[in-house]
């Protein structure tokens, strides 16, 4: 999540850093981040998820959803900009 948001050099920073997303402050202090993983769903296997796509890392737009949701969010989210052109 930061290194995607920070550095260009990796890669998928396109997708993040590169539209000018972003992670909130506090979440860049890893018990931060811990502790409201652990308080908002966090399990074994589960992936980050931002709400609105188009918004940052922070806590109002993340909840943690299986792989398999998160790709088919993911397909949705296209389905819908192709059917927007």
């Not at 850093?17 to 909130?24: L, Q, S, W, Y």
């Not at 980050?48 to 959803?65: F, K, L, S």
């Amino acid at each position: 999540m930061l290194n995607r948001c920070r550095n260009p050099n990796v890669k998928g920073y396109k997708h993040y850093g590169g539209r000018g997303i972003t992670v909130c402050e506090e979440w860049r202090s890893f018990v931060t981040f811990r502790d409201w993983a652990n308080a908002n769903g966090y399990s074994q296997g589960m992936s980050i998820d931002r709400i609105d796509n188009n918004g940052n890392y922070d806590p109002e737009n993340c909840q943690w959803i299986t792989h398999s949701d998160n790709i088919r969010k993911m397909h949705a989210d296209r389905r819908a900009k192709l059917q927007e052109a």
